[in-house]
């Protein structure tokens, strides 16, 4: 008699085999494509994967990889961790792809990591910051944003020049948020600045003012703010309402300055922002032509110069994901997630190349990106520099 668990792996060994000779014998590279396009943080979901359908568009149009042409299949995890693990099996199991970007949220993207362990498919994580990502030992996972202490090590340079002297913290009540906190304290603590207060917020909360009234009694004088840019525009509403007067810096680099000033009107102003692609300011980027080149295409396309911000991330993980399925010469999981160790190239948020991190023998890959931080003055965006 077989073992449950024994009929679960030999599934999983035959799935192997079947994902690297169906993906041979096809006519396109599959590129499984896992973002929130529905659900509280639908709007960063949909700017990804217009991102990546650039990328593919304009891979495509030279010829592909290898001259076999790209196919993106785009699945909705719909902004629930549940489902972003449903999807990943989908992808891999039904749609039989060897590589996978995704999962926008941090909590998304853990929930997603036991599949890619389970069925040895690679994942680009193009969003999640949550250090634990690429630290648990999971030899799937090729992250290109900064992990919140990467992002945390960036930021401290503006620490003097902004006279942050006592913080406090607002964040969405998930790895991200938390692990932000976290990740920025160590930072502040370490150049001398005192922490106050730190406030959590559940992902869908309307209402924050209960958090921000307390914060309000604090004598600090900067609040950093972690969420997704739906919630953070309400968050600086009701700031504006209880007459909040201090610096607020918000991190992620999920905040779509643009869509703040046009939903958050007179509550954005003076607000500060932690991005990893400033499209205000592509001579700034890594690859001023391409960023040029990517803002043209995705203005041409009619999306929201808003999602610019986002879409960037989407565009340089089909990039990337391109770049090792033609090192791998073979649309197979395993040459591709060797081949992603070997990917260099300039994205529009700086290098990327993967370091191993974690734990020996089951390392992650982790690229480090530029950061870089803006300010909105009188409805215009401007950078600030250190």
């Known amino acids: 008699m077989i073992h449950h668990w024994m009929k679960l792996t030999l599934a999983a060994i035959a799935m192997q085999f079947s994902i690297s000779a ?51 299949l785009i699945e909705d995890n719909k902004s629930n961790p549940t489902e972003a693990a449903a999807a990943a099996e989908k992808l891999i199991v039904r749609d039989r792809v060897p590589v996978m970007l995704g999962a926008w949220s941090s909590t998304y993207t853990l929930a997603v990591m036991p599949k890619l362990m389970e069925y040895k498919v690679p994942m680009v994580v193009e969003t999640s ?11 799937y996972i090729f992250r ?94 009701q700031a504006q309402a209880l007459g909040i007067k201090r610096q607020i810096i918000t991190l992620g680099g999920s905040q779509s300055p ?65 770049a090792a399925a033609g090192k791998a010469g073979a649309a197979d999981a395993e040459k591709i997630r060797e081949a992603l160790w070997g990917v260099q190239l300039t994205g529009l948020s700086g290098k990327v190349s993967f370091k191993k991190v974690g734990p020996k023998g089951r390392e992650s890959g982790q690229s480090t990106p530029e950061t870089y931080l803006v300010k909105i003055d009188g409805g215009k965006i401007g950078l600030v520099q250190p």
């Open 22 to 72: 169906d993906a041979q014998s096809g006519n396109a590279i599959k590129i499984g494509v896992n973002q929130p396009l529905t659900g509280a943080v639908a709007a960063s979901g949909n700017f990804v994967t217009n991102g990546a359908r650039i990328a593919a568009d304009e891979i495509n149009s030279k010829g592909g990889v290898n001259g076999i042409r790209i196919q993106l």
């Open 129 to 139: 910051g949550a250090d634990k990502i690429t630290t648990s030992g999971n030899p």
């Open 144 to 237: 290109i944003c900064p992990t919140n202490a990467m992002e945390a090590a960036s930021f401290a340079k503006h620490v003097v020049p902004l006279k942050i002297s006592k913080a406090d913290f607002l964040v969405v009540n998930n790895d991200w948020g938390r692990g932000s906190a976290d990740a920025f304290q160590a930072m502040l603590k370490e150049k001398g600045v005192s922490i106050g207060l730190v406030q959590t917020i559940d992902a869908s909360a309307q209402d924050m003012t209960a958090q921000l009234s307390n914060i309000k009694g604090t004598d600090s004088d900067t609040l950093f703010v972690t969420t997704a840019v739906e919630q953070l525009t309400l968050v600086l509403k």
């Open 258 to 322: 643009d869509q703040l000033i046009k939903q958050a009107g007179t509550a954005a102003n003076g607000t500060l922002h932690s991005m990893m692609f400033a499209p205000w300011f592509p001579e700034v980027s890594a690859d001023p032509a391409r960023a040029a080149a990517f803002i043209g295409e995705w203005n041409k396309r009619g999306f929201d110069p808003a999602g610019l911000t986002e879409g960037f991330r989407g565009y340089d993980a089909v990039r990337i994901i391109a």
